[in-house]
């Protein structure tokens, strides 16, 4: 084996050939000159990745191994680490990019001599990119202050040369994809192997902080971010011209610098000044002159130690020295010290800072002054912590020509305006169900109440909230900061939001009984009628994969494809499928200067029938007109049938058959999978099977009724509840 010869995992092995890892198993017993072992440990061996591409090509395992698969291998086996060698390429396609014609001419020379050649030509870049390797930090490139050291400092010619020839197939994926895709997939898949590692800021919470810092129509154009991680909240933020960074991990750091400035403009029309430091902020803040638009954060939660004891006299405390266990009030307070008077801070929180009694203080005194503009509460499953509904507050910085707000806008989209219909899909985690989190209307419930009250609170304080049109039962609300200023100073939203059915009051209840009634009625009526009982049917049997290779029906995979942006297309989700509701996901967009046209989703029509892949539940949902026209998606298998041979609502029925879905369901240790290839349904004339068609398509609709009947039960009682207990409903 060579020499630093990239070492792969069977897990690895097990993706590049497209199979589980069991069959890795069984191929290393049944085969003699299966590779052997040349690291790992016994439990979790390593082999080196050209013997084992070499032992799947002669046994007809692999044709081709994909590029980006061979780059993230010869990544993932790096002899330094994967994170060294993420930052090392990180710097090579940052020089594809900026440079390609330097690239080039330093791609032409052997190995050892392209070492020497690209640190010197990375340390050119650098300095013109990051500003020379050490200096003064004061918000800028240079000037007097504080000294730093730039955040990706550069290879040496030794460190370069075991990454070369990983830094030349990454060149060739960037030729296929541009260099930041490139770099993203890489670091994407590095943070997937990973997730205990790090704390992520998932794409749809970041784009909905950056949202709440604009101003109307203009975007923030310097921003912060004191605790920047990966870089996705500065990612986030559209148009900036200076953005400035700082992590206590130098890793970290490194690789948002990297993925910041490969994310950048670089034709020079709108050059974005990047600052990314490393260090504590908190004890070290690397910018202690600079005062921005805007501050995005996402704080490390709980910390004891972060510099209680040595910062207690420190001039950012301006409004009370935080407790030992208030490390969050401390970033707060932060991050108000570094925004020019009427800037925005938006900042990722937990729930118990809105609460705690050690805070009470710091938060009467922010409400007070009119820093502290909106809470508001995300559903669980929106960030790390998975398990707990976060919170947003939405600071601005007070100043001589800022005239004080006397209210504090509250938002709550924790909990549905509903009940939920059905039990959430079985490979939805426990922890909330961040697989099914609509980002879509949890960033139009926020921003549809905080740009009405940002925009009144700046031109006219003085109209009522309820005038304004801001009031939301249950969702938002904007209350008087008097109202807020007792013993607690309790601003968790769902303390202050009623329930939209109490909310309403005696008329909307009314309402929803009504409603139930008309409902009861219904599901009276489409009640099936008694059952004739007779002897098992005997039919000749076929398979849906049978069906499929006849023609007669045709198979697709959900969970492919991507938005243009020129017109959204709801998704049918899983979640969707099981609770027969309408659409409610929404497709991911292409990532910005993505080559090559966008994937095409595929999207249902009336007729075709849809079942969840995981969960082993009996569930099958034929699509109507309302529905036509939505993307399938992930976890989903759409069976299209030839109305001439098989009718859709006969194979629906037959899909759901408890003894036919356990015979074609695979069971693992954390899931059952559904293989619809596997289902059957009888050989039966086209008539007969239109028989049986309208006898389960009543009874699909008895099971809407019922399901409806459920959702408006659960919201009558709970709203009388609600109702009798804050005096809104009286007992007669």
Known sequence: MPENSTEVTAAGIARLAGVGRAAVSNWRRRHADFPKPVGGTETSPAFALPEVEQWLRDQGKLAEIPLRERVWQQLAGHPAGA?????????????????????????????????????????????????????????????????????????????????????????????????RQAFEFLLGRQLAANPRQFTLTPPGLAELMAALVRTGDRPARTVLDPATGTGALLRAVSSPTALYAQDADPDLAA?????????????????????????????????????????????????????????AYDPRWEYGLPARTESELAWVQHALAHLREGGTAVLLMPPAAASRRSGRRIRADLLRRGALRAVVALPAGAAPPYGIPLHLWVLRKPGAGVRPSPELLLVDTAEPAEPPTAPAPASAPASGGRDRLDWQAVRSAVLDAWEPFDGRTRSEPDIPAEAAGQERPGVSRVVPVIEL?????????????????????????????????????????????????????????????????????????????????????????????????????????APAGSEGPPEEPVLVEPGDVVVPVLGGGSVARVIDE????????????????????????????????????????????????????????????????????????????????????GRLGGQLVQGMYDGLTDGTVTPE
């Open 83 to 179: 994170v060294p060698a993420l930052v090392h390429t990180g710097c090579a396609l940052l020089l594809v990019r900026d440079r390609p014609t330097a690239w080039l001419e330093i791609t032409a020379v052997s190995d050892a001599r392209m070492a020497k050649v690209l640190h010197l030509a990375l340390n050119s870049l650098f300095a013109a990119r990051f500003g020379p390797a050490t200096g003064d930090a004061d918000g800028s490139a240079g000037g007097g202050g504080t000294g730093y050291e730039r955040a990706v400092h550069t290879p040496t010619a030794e460190e370069l040369l075991p990454s070369v020839p990983l830094l030349r197939a990454a060149a060739e994926l960037a030729a296929e994809t541009g260099a």
């Open 485 to 589: 200023l007792d013993d607690d100073v309790d601003l968790a939203p769902a303390r202050h939001l009623p329930s939209p059915a109490a909310a309403g009051g005696p008329g909307e209840l009314t309402r929803v009984r009504d409603r139930l009634t008309e409902t009861l009625r219904l599901t009276a009526t489409l009640t099936p009628p008694p059952a004739d009982v007779s002897g098992p049917a005997h039919w000749p049997l076929t398979t849906v994969g049978e069906l499929a290779r006849a023609g007669a029906l045709h198979l697709r995979t959900g969970g492919t494809g991507t938005g243009t942006g020129a017109a959204p297309v709801p998704v049918l989700t899983e979640h969707d499928v099981l609770g027969s509701t309408a659409p409610s996901g929404t497709l991911p967009t």
């Open 255 to 311: 690789l948002s610098a990297l993925r910041l400035a490969l994310h950048s403009d670089t034709d020079g029309s709108n050059p974005i000044a990047l600052a990314v430091r490393t260090g504590d902020t908190l004890r070290a803040d690397a910018f202690p002159r600079l005062t921005v638009d805007a501050v995005l954060c996402h704080p490390p939660f709980n910390e004891r130690n972060w510099g209680h004891d040595e910062l």
């Open 626 to 709: 309302a529905t036509a026209g939505a993307a399938l998606g992930r976890n989903l298998q759409l069976l299209r049938p030839d109305p001439a041979a098989v009718d859709p609502w006969f194979l629906a029925g037959f899909l759901r058959g408890t003894a036919n879905n356990r015979q074609a369901s695979s069971y693992a240790s954390t899931a059952t999978r559904l293989d619809a290839r596997r289902l059957q349904l009888p050989r039966l004339p086209l008539a007969e099977q239109q028989r049986y068609g309208e006898r389960f398509r009543a009874l699909a609709a008895f099971e809407d009724a019922l399901r409806l009947t």
